[in-house]
């Protein structure tokens, strides 16, 4: 299946875009047809060049990214901001380039008329099966936004959970450096000479 960016009007007149999956142009103009939209223009989402995919690997999207996400998108839907306009504010907020593009590409997703967690499940590199499970609960039972509340204090405890590891781990490899450091200053400069001595 293909990506497909469309523009489109809806009868009453309001233009919207989005991104629909279909196995060719033309399917994805019946798709679109059958929504009763007026199509302006159908175009495959180009995949990304090899180098262009490669920065984007080494982009990666942390879990203080994702609570930052989680939390404000949280505030915004508990005061009744629609979950599009929502996205597109965080989209503003959000200084990592790669998540930004992420965002946004998932707001043109749930305008083209995805839902929230069919979009997030199009990149499971940042938004694992457990998350997207939840935020489907949540648009199941009307309670997304404590959904999301709930998954960023997760994400947080995960978050400092990691940075205690690696800052506990720290010393032992500090002092595994220094106990090699001394061997090979040993071997280099102790040996020769009590190898002369000895000689």
Known sequence: ??????????????????????????????????????????????????????????????????VFFSRELSVLVASTVPLVRALRIIVKQTSHKNFKKIISEIATDIEGGMKFSEALAHYPKVFDDFFVFMIKAGETTGRLDEVLNYLAD??????????????????????IFALIAVGIGALIFVVPQLTAILI
């Open 154 to 175: 997760q994400k947080e405890k995960d978050y400092i959970l990691l940075s205690n590891v690696r800052n506990a781990m720290i010393y032992p490899a500090f002092i």
């Open 1 to 66: 299946m293909a990506k497909f960016n469309y523009k489109a009007k809806e009868q009453s007149g309001r233009s919207i875009n989005g991104v629909v999956e279909a196995s060719t142009i033309e399917a994805a103009q019946k798709l679109l047809k059958e929504k009763d939209l007026i199509i302006l223009s159908v175009k495959e989402k180009k995949e990304l060049a090899f180098m262009d995919k490669i920065t984007e690997s080494f982009a990666h999207v942390s879990n203080r990214d994702i």
